[in-house]
């Protein structure tokens, strides 16, 4: 990768360099799916913490089980709308068109929450779930088509972009976290004349700008883009399909199986937005050399270990070659990975009864995370290319999203039962959901065989 060597004008990707061998499409994908992401993940850093700030501190002053629940909800709605979103490209729009367009919503969406009032903040998340469902999946739509069938580069170009996604997010909650959270900002806000107390919106509108910058470095670079039309996949429903064969189904059913695992991986895994986010203002130190890091900022840790991770990980399998388990006993370990994470909460939470705890205990929790989102999240992804009958590959890629969401509105639920000053309360929130990975794992560990020779039915 390049990225090295030209440092600011590679933030915009606005350079007709292919990127380390890639198709030059890939250099636009990769830098629109940066900021879009910088733009989601740095609203996402700061929407809990907004939520519950008390009214006079310029926040809405909601009680945690609202903001859990409101949080819950959102992300939930943001990942369901990638399953229309992907159908209106099919259909009437097509990919690079329903980008543009879900970008500018996007957009919209920010700067709407840029502005102090409930009405202006229900509308950005609104405008936000409808242009992400544009924009998400269509854009990973157009990576694809980067290639043509049987290209070796494909799966690495995925991965590249999937490091385009990570390095938006490691960004976003420190710019977005910064401009909301610190002193220094808002010492800086009230020097102006502005109201310190108005800083979240600071933080939503520098989203707003990230999307603006990703939505530019797309216009830029249309020309290099694969074709924009619909699919034409009006006219293939409208003919007859022949029904799908009983070891189509079979895959299916396997596949489904799995779907419902990663539901309570995601809904685990989400925490770091919600209850994690009050954890780490609440209950951990955050002090560097004497000056208090914004909470936010330890939402940077997940996407820094992916990008630390990832790399390995594919190095691993590759390594392993045919030796590697399975998709379903990837998933089993993922599910215990991110079981320990929940587990080390519980000591974690117990600390806190005698003061803030250290930061190296979330860095350690964000760790098990990541291994166990690189254990779940590329793999199966790739499973849903690779078993899915070619015909509903895009419909199974939507139930994949629909489980991921799912998820988020169980993350929501769960983090409604933080409360700062009752350790035991936090015990038992993160205990609970350890055991229940723990099981799940165990079930999905023992039910594997019979998964994967369902999974490996051919024709
Ligand atoms: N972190 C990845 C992204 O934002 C995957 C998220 C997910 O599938 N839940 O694209």
Redesign the pocket.
Known sequence: MQLDATAPRVLVGDDAQPLAGHPPGLRTLFFAEMWE?FS??GMRAILVLFMVTPVAQGGLGFSTVDAASLYGTYTMLV?MASVGGGLIADRFLGAARSVFVGGIIIACGHFSMAAHSLTFFYTGLGLIVIGTGLL?PNISTMVGSLYAPGDPRRDSGFSLF?MG??IG?VMAPLVCGWLAESSTFKDWLAARGFNPAYSWHWGFAAAGVGMLVGLAVFARNRARLPSAGPTGRISEAATPQPPLTRNEMMRIVAITILFAFTIMF?SA??QKGASLNLFARDLVERSLFGWDFPASWLQSLT?LY?ILLAPIFARLWIGMGDRQPTSSRKFALGLFAIGIAMFLLVPASALTADGKISPMWLVAVYFFDVVG?LLV?PVGLSMVTRLSPAKIVGLMMGAW?FA?SL??KLAGYFSGFFVANDPGALMRLYGGIAVMLMVGSFVLALAAKKIDRMAEAKD
């Open positions: 992401r989601y993940y990942y998400k999937y996604i990570n997010a995601w895994y989400e996407p992916v989102e999240s999203f991921t998820g988020n």
